[in-house]
């Protein structure tokens, strides 16, 4: 197969995931119907090595989880996060139940490996299932590094509809109360969705003009690069993975100065990122035969029922705990399971379903919108990432 027929090929299947996604509403996610045309592929006509001959070879993959990782960094700012503390308590406290649940229960039923693989997907999205794919396969665990990349495929499938049923109830309770005169609107914080500018303090005297997209990629990767260097020298101390110090090292290089909030977008490389990243991940699926796929069903649907309960049961005590209606906290713990920008999506929503008054929707999406951008952000950005670094040492 051709180059361009490979990459023409690849790009469809992205292309008919999202066009699915978007006309369902993401109620059918993008990621499982690209993970289903790209099994059948597979299991047809695709050559093996298709997303390598399309020009995405393992090494070109890892560079661009170093530059996304450091750029996902970039987007944390502490100051930004205080006035949602509820928010990251019950998201942090969702994660939590998994882990419990999954560890206290699940090793038991499925094994401590299987656990171990399932947690970080379930609780992130790409860059965690792709971290926990690659940590299985280089362990010897074949089954499971295809398993870490379906559990992310379809996670989605329990999220989505949870999440529009407690938000639903959540947003009726609001409109009551908005109408009975209790509730009023609040003041947004714009931040929240990535508004905020920040100035490169280390720069300030260099002209805009020099500050091309070159330059942006340079301090990227050279803050990549010090996460990669800190990683090896710590390593006969301790085993810290790269990816966690990327994490790291982007909230520092942007409170500093040293970068700006998405330097990756700023710089139009964020879609390539994605995309390549996008068709690495997919490619972890050529090791799936049907078999292996039936084997690993069971383990699939019992860790994620798992898991949604325990992120039920501990959020609802951290919802009492902080005076959060149960409905708002169950949907913020459940922005685990998809994240950006299925959470801004299915609230956006819901909120429509409700009432076709432009005030009433404004109140509802002053008081349901930040908290589940904030869940999302949290649990899927930072702390999945944290928890992929850390469980693929276990394997």
Same mark, same amino acid.
């Given at each position: ?9 690849? $790009?469809?299947? $992205? ?26 592929? &597979?299991? /047809? ?40 503390? #509820?928010?990251? *308590? ?22 401590? +490996? ?23 396969? =280089? ?12 559990? &992310? ?8 509809? @949870? ?10 309770? *609001?409109?009551? #109360? ?12 714009? %931040? ?9 303090? @280390? ?10 997209? &070159? ?25 810290? %993975? ?21 330097? *990756? ?8 990122? !994605? ?19 039936? +084997? ?7 860790? !994620? ?43 956006? +929503?819901?909120?429509? %379903? $409700?009432?076709?008054?432009?005030? =009433?929707?404004?109140? *509802? ?13 949290? /649990? ?16």
């Amino acid at each position: 197969m051709s180059q361009m027929l490979a990459l023409v090929i690849l $790009l469809l299947i $992205l292309f008919i995931g999202d066009f699915v996604a978007v006309r369902t509403k993401a109620w059918v996610p993008s990621v499982f119907v690209c993970a289903v045309l790209f099994l059948l592929g &597979y299991w /047809t006509f695709f050559p093996q090595d298709i997303v390598a001959v399309a020009g995405v070879p393992p090494v070109v993959a890892v560079m661009m989880i170093y530059l996304l990782i450091t750029n996902m960094g970039t987007l944390l700012s502490v100051k930004e996060l205080i006035n949602q503390w #509820k928010t990251i *308590l019950i998201a942090l406290s969702g994660i939590l139940g998994i882990i419990v649940l999954l560890f206290g229960i699940g090793t038991f039923i499925f094994g401590f +490996e299987t656990i171990v693989v399932a947690i970080p997907p379930l609780v992130g999205g790409l860059v965690s299932a792709l971290i926990m794919s690659e940590g299985a396969k =280089e362990a010897g665990f074949l089954s499971l590094s295809v398993f870490a990349i379906v559990i &992310y495929v379809v996670q989605g499938f329990a999220g989505y509809p @949870l999440t529009s049923i407690v938000l639903k109830k959540e947003g009726k309770r *609001l409109l009551k #109360k908005y109408r009975n005169g209790e509730l009023s609107l609040k003041e947004s914080d714009n %931040s929240i969705e990535g508004k905020d500018q920040t100035e490169l303090k @280390l720069f300030k005297k260099m002209p805009e003009k020099y500050n091309t997209e &070159y330059f942006k990629f340079f301090r990227l990767a050279f803050v990549g690069f010090l996460a990669y260097l800190v990683s090896t020298v710590l390593a006969p101390i301790v085993e810290i %993975s790269p990816f966690v110090l990327c994490l790291l090292f982007g909230v520092i290089a942007r409170s500093v100065g040293f970068l700006e909030k998405h330097p *990756l977008q700023r710089a139009n490389g964020f879609g390539m990122a !994605i995309m390549a990243l996008m068709l690495y991940i997919f490619d972890g699926l050529k090791h799936a035969t049907p078999s292996m796929m039936l +084997e690993i069903l069971y383990p699939l649907i019992g860790c !994620i029922v798992l898991g949604v309960i325990g992120m039920y049961l501990f959020s609802f005590f951290m919802g009492k705990v902080l005076k959060v209606s149960k409905e708002m906290a169950f949907a913020v713990s459940l922005t685990a399971l998809y994240g950006f920008p299925a959470d801004y999506i299915i609230t956006v +929503e819901v909120i429509k %379903s $409700l009432t076709n008054d432009e005030k =009433e929707q404004e109140v *509802l999406t002053s008081h349901m919108l930040p908290p589940m951008l904030v869940g999302g952000f949290i /649990t899927v950005t930072i702390v999945s990432v944290i928890l992929a670094g850390i469980f693929v040492g276990f394997l």
